[in-house]
């Protein structure tokens, strides 16, 4: 017998959630680009967001006696998951250190179109002529983000730290892509929360690591200031926040409807750098990120409706 379906929130409550767990995230990345301008490490800022993580939901886990039983076969793709989000957070975050924050965050947030190609190269179904034609609107709003034009004129200065940066935001979008594909293809039949549990587990883990192995120089490194430490804190609370409201309301949410409201995440990025880091991308990128924003809407919206039509 089928168990009944959760009682879903009315959409206006669900949507207001997800607008304020998007700002939340984009907070997050304010917060570390703070942090790391008075001299925080990137994994320091990893290692504290994944253990505050890991302890809320440790605790939420054992008080809802859950077993951390895999299926057969099932615990390798959880430790690739797992370092997976462990490069993906390890490459934005230094992406978020070196460009503007709205500029790296929407660089990132490209994953649907390599997600939708990585499942294609792997044996899933070709892109539809609608799905191709928002990859290339995408695509043309990057150009506009990344300003080509003006930097591919002869008396621009590109810079290292800015290729790096657009660089590990491209990695971090390829990267969280393989994971998404991971997930719903190879650990679909685990738990929710005892997968985010352990892939929480293993980035935590896999920090402490590279931080005590020296493999990251000045990944540990502390703020230099009040300042820092502050938002390291303000880091942890939003993610956590974020991430463990997400995880307890998810079944209520629809997001088959509405999880493209979360893109809302590099706008709100776009508003807090201006007001808090003083960092304003010019009139064309503004314009290139509403395209890639909307592209990655639609393109959302008509992947998620498809997998609502077939559950």
Same mark, same amino acid.
């Given at each position: 017998?089928?168990?009944? $379906?959760?009682?879903?929130?009315?959409?206006?409550?669900?949507?207001?959630?997800?607008?304020?767990?998007?700002?939340?995230?984009?907070?997050?990345?304010?917060?570390?680009?703070?942090?790391?301008?008075?001299?925080?490490?990137?994994?320091?800022?990893?290692?504290?967001?994944? =253990? =505050?993580?890991?302890?809320?939901?440790?605790?939420?886990?054992?008080?809802?006696?859950?077993?951390?039983?895999?299926?057969?076969?099932?615990?390798?793709?959880?430790?690739?998951?797992?370092?997976?989000?462990?490069?993906?957070?390890?490459?934005?975050?230094?992406?978020?250190?070196?460009?503007?924050?709205?500029?790296?965050?929407?660089?990132?947030?490209?994953?649907?179109?390599?997600?939708?190609?990585?499942?294609?190269?792997?044996?899933?179904?070709?892109?539809?002529?609608?799905?191709?034609?928002?990859?290339?609107?995408?695509?043309?709003?990057?150009?506009?983000?990344?300003?080509?034009?003006?930097?591919?004129?002869?008396?621009?200065?590109?810079?290292?730290?800015?290729?790096? =940066?657009?660089?590990?935001?491209?990695?971090? $979008?390829?990267?969280?892509?393989?994971?998404?594909?991971?997930?719903?293809?190879?650990? *679909?039949?685990?738990?929710?929360?005892?997968?985010?549990?352990?892939?929480?587990?293993?980035?935590?883990?896999?920090?402490?690591?590279?931080?005590?192995?020296?493999?990251?120089?000045?990944?540990?490194?502390?703020?230099?200031?009040?300042?820092?430490?502050?938002?390291? $804190?303000?880091?942890?609370?939003?993610?956590?926040?974020?991430?463990?409201?997400?995880?307890?309301?998810?079944?209520?949410?629809?997001?088959?409807?509405?999880?493209?409201?979360?893109?809302?995440?590099?706008?709100?990025?776009?508003?807090?750098?201006?007001?808090?880091?003083?960092?304003?991308? *010019?009139?064309?990128?503004?314009?290139?990120?509403?395209?890639?924003?909307?592209?990655?809407?639609?393109?959302?919206?008509?992947? *998620?409706?498809?997998? *609502?039509?077939?559950?």
């Amino acid at each position: 017998m089928t168990p009944p $379906a959760p009682n879903l929130f009315p959409r206006h409550i669900a949507v207001l959630i997800l607008l304020c767990m998007g700002c939340a995230f984009a907070g997050n990345h304010i917060a570390a680009r703070v942090a790391f301008d008075d001299g925080a490490g990137v994994l320091l800022a990893i290692l504290l967001r994944s =253990g =505050g993580t890991l302890l809320v939901l440790g605790a939420l886990v054992l008080w809802q006696r859950q077993s951390l039983r895999l299926p057969s076969g099932a615990w390798r793709w959880q430790l690739l998951l797992g370092l997976l989000i462990t490069a993906q957070s390890l490459c934005l975050y230094s992406a978020v250190a070196r460009v503007p924050v709205a500029l790296a965050l929407l660089v990132a947030n490209v994953f649907p179109i390599l997600l939708a190609l990585l499942t294609w190269a792997l044996g899933g179904p070709r892109p539809t002529a609608r799905t191709a034609l928002l990859m290339g609107l995408i695509l043309v709003g990057l150009v506009f983000v990344l300003d080509v034009p003006a930097r591919l004129s002869a008396d621009a200065d590109i810079g290292p730290q800015w290729l790096l =940066g657009v660089t590990l935001a491209f990695c971090a $979008a390829f990267v969280f892509a393989c994971a998404l594909w991971i997930t719903d293809h190879k650990l *679909s039949q685990v738990r929710g929360s005892v997968r985010s549990l352990l892939t929480i587990f293993i980035v935590f883990s896999s920090v402490n690591l590279a931080g005590w192995s020296g493999a990251l120089a000045d990944g540990l490194n502390p703020p230099a200031s009040l300042t820092g430490w502050l938002a390291l $804190a303000t880091l942890v609370v939003l993610y956590g926040t974020g991430f463990i409201v997400l995880f307890m309301s998810v079944p209520r949410l629809d997001m088959p409807r509405n999880a493209p409201v979360m893109n809302i995440e590099p706008l709100a990025t776009l508003l807090m750098g201006w007001l808090v880091l003083d960092q304003m991308l *010019s009139a064309g990128q503004v314009t290139g990120g509403v395209i890639v924003v909307t592209g990655i809407v639609l393109l959302t919206y008509r992947t *998620s409706a498809q997998r *609502s039509a077939k559950a």
